[in-house]
């Protein structure tokens, strides 16, 4: 009995840990995911050099299409950084989400259908 | 009441001896924790379930949790093969989608699809059983708080819980499991408590237990064995099992080790202290050839190996940031096209780990930045050859591939410059040009730190009229007007000559690259161990990274640590690569390696050698006649050396050789070479009178770049005899020289380099007081009392008495007898009836021939030399005419008659 005891508390600890440890376990991943694709993108170094010119490069014209390019770049991995920013927060409400789907999916196939 | 057991942070509880449990109740003196151990600001201890049946029931479940785990990832899977199978059919195998494509097919109240619903539902509980299971123990959180020790049971339970830890809640599953296990059994055996040996038997099964046993060479079903044949079955009908203090002991201190490494504790950190404090399980460990200490090495090795794997992918992970071309990640940096030309990059090498690991250097690396924080632009390593400066700068690449740097290095590139490429085929001139605009590229990059090997080849190469201007000048203004920032490199040596006094010594900062102490080198051993391990498939013992140890500090001097060992370790490496089957690198493959390499008999003595050491003397009067006292002192010395049963910080051995000349002093030392070293020529043999004069020194151990006689005959064969004939002769200054190699068993040659005379034998001849020894021998005076004269009164007048005193042995050779000159001429004669036998002509000596010939060539004077010239003329010579002029064929017999003459005795024809 006790066995038994051990193994159901086990399983049946489930949706207590999906909620509150797996939840956060879920939270973190896509934290570490996000931070990153951040230092990837490295859109701060970009932001902080708008106004140097690229590769070493002093004159006029040089500025001026070095701060175009940067500008364009600044805005492209902004963009793609919102993306990321989206998908993370989109994974994680999914996580709750998820189990809920799956049994109102479940009641659908048993008790919904077709009238 | 105070605690009186607490010896270095230990608590043992007095009332229950460490148990815990008093007459089958938690003890009330220590509340059932019987051990406990204070350190680090915390209160380490133990809180074990006692109940074992419960213990049983928790590790039936988590066998039958196993099963279901694989039921549940099956279920879950299943439901993927079911929903394509069944959409196979719905869309005639993925032909036709249309009806897959509504809403309403997939509500459809139908078998597959709610088999697809319920496998996502297992799928969940799937996600559920894999991280748990891959949730591993945590480290502890240390507590900030500082606390005072606890005097008493008292005191301890006063402390804040924060410094309280149950070292049960941070032990890895895998451990609680083996405990348990360990728990269970004494259950069963009905003991009331789980012993040292009790755990360590359960441990034996562990896999990462069973590798760090085969590391030892040892099997762990013989410790086993044993150990059941000890297993104690008692009469405990209690429900109760505690863990024994001695267990609790080796729990906290297991995990305590594994902390201060900061991993996670593994099941062989707790190995050493359980045979700390169970003597049958040391005396079966010691039976079998092991130590304890090995067993601790072995496991911080393991753990090593899990910092170095942990290290090596965070600088994987960290490396896909660092560009890889020229640029920094923020494109302000210039092109250096002809820098490029000239140099190679680093932190490129490093990000696409092409560069070796820096391994146990932290504290240089700190100096290195600490050096470049403070505001010095330039740095100089400063080291032997072989000591790792070039790998620090590895180490440093590394370090800024991960960023892991201050800030002014960090998004930069290291770049080695090819010094030799930038002068070599140049005139001064173009060098310096060259130089100057590498230096102004690097100065408009602003993301490049240049790194110079061996700078040292820039100085001195000068440029101008009346040389006024050195490439390292150029170099040294770059860095004063703070054009770049560099690092570089040079020998002591060099370092001394070439840059301390000049202008570049005083704009780089020095830093000495020493040679790694003993805990260092074990984890350099140990970690490109683990990196051949991978990179050939080869498996080391640790007997083997000790032996490596031994070997490159005792029969090599050159390079320094830790070239030396690397270089020991990766021959033996690439000599275990062929053998068949496993390619163990074990002690006696390093031992063959390292006989090989440095020419010193240090294999394991195999069988046919150990025979020959036995019966040395035996094998030496072969060839050599009389002189027992000197030939046993010689064979001991040897036997001795084999089984390194000797002070290693001397030769040896080194004997003197006193008597009349052509007694056989000569001939023991060339017979000992030919016996031991293989040939009579295998010795170092210097005639001293050769070396009379003041200036000879110079001959021996060499002068300016000439190398000395001595000095390099012993440095390309380390282990050798060395034959001093007549020392008496030499110069008292070269005298003086072996006073230091007989005590220190070393030399220092012109070169600085030196001389290792470790394994060397050292023998030295001497004709003083001969006529002395001739009448003594004559009178028939004591052969102690002739020694005693001669050393008191003959030898102090051609040596100092210091030098006398520190010959192992001084041995006096008699003049020889009759019946010795009989047994000389014998074994000559035999010499010859062998080279006879060659040609098939047999040889006969009759006795009154024998006899003649030993008269007629000995020499009170001359000893038994007048007998090689004696049988050369009336023997060899003759036999040499008579075989050209045809007058002796094959199957003719010699026979030498009664005065020593030659007659032949013509063979049958056929």
């Known amino acids: 009995m006790n066995i038994i005891w051990l193994i159901s508390r086990e399983i049946l600890a489930w949706p207590f840990w999906w909620y509150s440890y797996g939840w956060s376990f879920w939270m973190k991943y896509w934290g570490r995911w996000l931070k990153k694709q951040g230092h990837s993108l490295a859109l701060l170094v970009w932001i902080k050099n708008i106004f140097v010119p690229m590769y070493g490069q002093r004159d006029i014209w040089s500025f001026i299409i070095s701060f175009v390019v940067r500008l364009v770049q600044i805005i492209v991995r902004l963009a793609i950084w919102l993306i990321c920013v989206a998908v993370t927060v989109i994974a994680i409400i999914l996580w709750p989400l998820a189990p809920l789907m799956i049994f109102y999916y479940l009641y659908i196939l048993y008790y919904g259908g077709r009238k | ?910």
Not at chain 2, 61 to 74: E, M, T
Not at chain 2, 197 to 220: P, Q
């Open chain 2, 1 to 910: 009441m105070a605690d009186e057991n607490k010896i270095n942070g230990w608590f043992v509880c007095e009332n229950c001896h460490g148990l815990g449990v008093d007459n089958g109740r938690p003890c009330r003196n220590c509340k059932g924790w019987g051990v406990g151990w204070f350190g680090a600001n915390c209160w380490f201890f133990v809180d074990w379930p006692t109940r074992w049946q419960k213990l049983k029931e928790k590790l039936i479940s988590q066998k039958i949790l196993n099963i279901l785990d694989v039921l549940i990832y099956l279920a879950a899977i299943s439901g993927v093969i079911v929903i394509v199978w069944y959409i196979g059919q719905a869309t005639s195998w993925f032909i036709n989608w249309s009806a897959v494509g509504t809403v309403d097919w997939w509500i459809q109240p139908v078998w597959p699809l709610r088999w697809l619903a319920w496998s996502a539902v297992f799928g969940l509980l799937t996600v559920y059983r894999l991280i748990k299971n891959s949730q591993i123990a945590r480290l502890p959180r240390w507590p900030d708080v500082e606390v005072a020790m606890p005097l008493d049971w008292p005191g301890v339970f006063e402390l804040p819980s924060r410094n309280k830890l149950n070292v049960i809640d941070y032990l890895p599953q895998e451990i609680f499991s083996s405990l348990a296990r360990a728990t269970v059994r004494a259950g069963q055996n009905k003991v009331d408590q789980v012993s040292p040996e009790g755990w360590f038997g359960v441990l034996l099964n562990d896999s990462l237990v069973k590798a760090l046993l085969f590391r030892l060479n040892l099997n762990g079903q013989d410790i086993a064995d044993k150990l059941k044949k000890y297993e104690v079955k008692g009469e405990n009908h209690s429900l109760t099992v505690s863990l024994s203090s001695e267990v609790k002991i080796a729990l906290i201190q297991g995990v305590a080790s594994a902390w201060s490494t900061n991993d996670l504790p593994l099941s062989v950190d707790f190995l050493a202290p359980l045979i700390h404090h169970s003597s049958l399980v040391k005396e079966i460990i010691y039976d079998l050839g092991a130590k304890e200490e090995q067993f601790a090495a072995v496991a911080n090795w393991f753990h090593i190996n899990r910092h170095l794997a942990k290290t090596y992918k965070q600088m994987r992970d960290l490396a896909q940031f660092k560009p890889s071309s020229n640029m920094d990640r923020a494109y302000t940096a210039k092109a250096t096209p002809f820098l490029n030309h000239y140099a190679h990059d680093l932190t490129l090498a490093a990000k696409n780990n092409q560069l070796p690991l820096c391994v146990a250097r932290q504290k240089e690396l700190s100096q290195i930045l600490d050096a470049w924080s403070a505001g010095r632009l330039g740095i100089i390593l400063v080291g032997s050859a072989g000591v790792g400066k070039t790998s620090l700068v590895y180490g440093l690449a590394q370090l800024m591939v991960e960023e892991n740097v201050p800030s002014f290095l960090q998004d930069k590139r290291l770049v080695e410059v090819d010094v030799p490429s930038l002068i070599g085929g140049v005139s001064p001139e173009e060098a310096q040009a060259n130089l100057e605009r590498i230096i102004v590229e690097v100065n408009q990059a602003g993301n490049i730190i240049l790194f110079f090997d061996q700078v040292d080849k820039i100085a001195g190469l000068t440029v101008g009229e009346e040389q006024s201007l050195d490439l390292s000048d150029i170099l040294a203004n770059a860095l004063q007007r703070g054009a770049l920032r560099c690092i570089t490199t040079a020998s002591m040596e060099n370092y001394r000559k070439y840059i301390a006094e000049r202008l570049l010594g005083a704009n780089l900062a020095k830093i000495d690259v020493t040679e790694p102490d003993d805990q260092q080198l074990m984890i350099m051993a140990e970690h490109w161990a683990s990196y051949w391990e991978k990179r050939w498939g080869v498996v080391f013992t640790y007997a083997a990274l000790e032996t490596a140890k031994m070997v490159s500090e005792r029969y090599t001097t050159e390079p320094a640590q830790p070239t030396r060992l690397l270089g020991v370790l990766e021959g033996s490496a690439r000599l275990a690569l062929r053998q068949p089957g496993v390619k163990l690198v074990s002690e006696a493959v390093v031992r063959e390696y390292a006989s090989k390499e440095f020419g010193v008999p240090i294999e394991q003595v195999g069988r046919e050698e150990s025979e020959m050491l036995l019966n040395l003397e035996e094998i030496i009067h072969k060839r050599l006649i009389g002189q027992e006292e000197a030939v046993n002192m010689v064979a001991a010395s040897l036997r001795r050396a084999r089984v390194e049963l000797r002070d290693t910080n001397k030769p040896i051995a080194n004997f003197l050789f006193l008597g009349p000349t052509g007694v056989g002093k000569t001939e023991l030392a060339k017979t000992l070479a030919e016996v031991y070293f293989g040939d009579e020529e295998a010795m170092i043999r210097l005639d001293m009178s050769e070396y009379q004069l003041l200036g000879s020194v110079n001959k021996m151990i060499g002068h300016d770049e000439e190398a000395g006689y001595l000095t390099e005959a012993v440095r390309q064969h380390p282990f050798s005899l060395i034959l001093l004939d007549e020392i008496e002769k030499a110069h008292s200054d070269i005298l003086n020289l072996f006073l230091q190699v007989f005590d220190d068993g070393r030399l220092t040659d012109a070169q600085g380099r030196t001389i290792d005379f470790s394994n060397t034998i050292i023998i030295a001849t001497s004709n003083a007081g001969a006529p002395y020894i001739m009448e003594a021998v004559q009178q028939g005076v004591d052969f102690n009392a002739i020694r005693q004269h001669i050393i008191d009164n003959e030898l102090v007048q051609v040596m100092r008495p210091e030098l006398i005193n520190r010959f192992d042995g001084i041995v006096v050779f008699r003049p020889l007898t009759m019946e010795d000159m009989v047994a000389i001429t014998n074994l000559q004669l035999q010499k010859i009836g062998r080279q006879l036998a060659e040609k098939n002509i047999n040889f006969e000596v009759t006795e009154q021939g024998l006899a003649y010939l030993a008269k007629a060539g000995y020499d009170p004077k001359f000893g038994a030399r007048p007998l090689r010239r004696l049988l050369q003329d009336t023997i060899n010579n003759v036999l040499a005419e008579k075989l050209l002029a045809k007058e002796l064929k094959r199957r003719d017999t010699v026979i030498i008659n009664e005065d020593g003459q030659i007659e032949i005795r013509s063979a049958q024809q056929l």
